[in-house]
């Protein structure tokens, strides 16, 4: 039996809204569950699990109709999904006697239900959430029927609010794979049967690293899983060393070569660190029109008189520490670890630079 497992889509997010690159984001999360689906053709999946927040908030009713024509168009695989801490099912929700196509089957109850697939061998457990946040582990007590030979568990959650896990009780409750939402980045609590695949796309610049879903097979050796990156962009988090020698258009050529390397598609926060010239101003707010910089944040400090302060605390710790770098080169190392060691002497003795 063969599955795709995704979570966290997020459709109706507006990432990075007000940004210059922003206009083409929320398109950018129907295309690539597109892309997903048109694998799940291709490879003939038999099941395509949606482990919780398809939507990132309350789904409107042309959005439950346009993703189930989507889903319709899976002429071989089944899709089963549950409602997450974004899109859960309230009294006034559109999910509540919405008509899915027949290979669709959400499980939206409250309390853990199941559907199975006798064709297959496979049965699937999932419950939904009916309210933003979930304290009880509601996981802990679920167990494997045996109802079919084959026995998968859609599940979203994995902190205080949202249906803590405890990985050692999950071990016990007998499926033969676990499939997780609510956590964006992809990783196995336990190695190839309790899984986080992670969100397709990235929606936070605090979402760094890749993203996609999982593809996995049931057979009688076990599970075998493999993951995809599918996403569009990434965000990157990338330091940029300044110096005392640096001038705004060096510190803007080494963001452009950071960009090149990593991707102009790709999103970029970048802190500035290191010692600048003292007379050296640094606008944080013009980067953006360099590329897709959503943040630039400056944790420079004006460069050291390094010889001032020698003579001043010959005596002292301070002066002792410079002494040791002599000779070292202006833009080395060394010279970093010394300006470095310099200002956390300073600002130990309340001075400042």
């Known amino acids: 039996m063969r599955f795709i497992h995704i979570a966290d889509v997020h459709l109706g997010a507006q990432p990075d809204a007000g ?18 689906i048109r694998i799940c053709g291709e490879e003939r999946a038999d099941l395509l699990l949606v482990a919780g927040d398809l939507f990132h908030r309350q789904p409107l009713l042309r959005e439950l109709k346009e993703v189930n024509a989507l889903f319709s168009e899976l002429g071989h695989t089944k899709v089963v999904l549950i409602a997450g801490n974004h ?40 419950l939904s959430y009916h309210a933003r946040e ?9 167990r494997a029927q045996g109802i079919q030979r084959y026995e998968l568990l859609l599940a979203h959650g994995g902190d205080e609010k949202h249906i803590p896990i405890n990985v050692e009780k999950l071990k016990r409750t007998g499926f033969d794979y676990v499939a997780l939402g609510h956590i964006h980045k992809p990783h196995s609590l336990v190695k190839d049967r309790v899984v986080y695949s992670g969100a397709l ?24 899983i493999r993951w995809s990156a599918c996403a569009c962009r990434e965000y990157f988090h990338r330091d940029i060393r300044v110096d005392e020698g ?60 390094l010889e001032r302060l020698r003579r001043e605390n010959e005596d002292s710790l301070i002066g002792r520490y410079i002494g040791q770098f002599d000779g070292c080169r202006e833009g080395s190392v060394e010279y970093q670890a010394l300006c470095e060691g310099v200002s956390a002497l300073l600002d130990h003795k309340g001075r400042q630079i």
Request: net charge negative; aromatic share 12%; glycine share 8%.
């Open 87 to 126: 899109d859960p099912v309230r009294r006034d929700s559109y999910y509540r006697g919405f008509r899915w196509a027949e290979n669709v089957i959400p499980l939206l109850g409250e309390k853990m239900e199941y559907v199975e697939f006798p064709e297959l061998e496979t049965a699937v457990y999932g």
């Open 19 to 36: 940004e210059k690159f922003s206009g083409n984001r929320p398109r950018e999360l129907w295309d690539t569950l597109e892309h997903v």
């Open 134 to 142: 979930i304290r009880e582990p509601l996981y802990d007590c679920a």
């Open 201 to 224: 796309e990235p929606i936070d610049r605090n979402d760094t690293g890749p993203h996609g879903f999982v593809r996995g097979e049931v057979t009688e050796q076990g599970i075998r």
């Open 246 to 305: 640096d001038t705004v258009r060096s510190i803007r050529r080494k963001m452009e070569n950071e960009i090149r390397e990593y991707g102009d598609e790709n999103i970029y926060k970048f802190v500035l660190k290191g010692f600048r010239d003292r007379e050296l101003m640094i606008e944080p707010g013009h980067w953006g029109m360099y590329g897709n910089v959503i943040e630039v944040i400056d944790e420079t400090r004006p460069a050291l008189d």
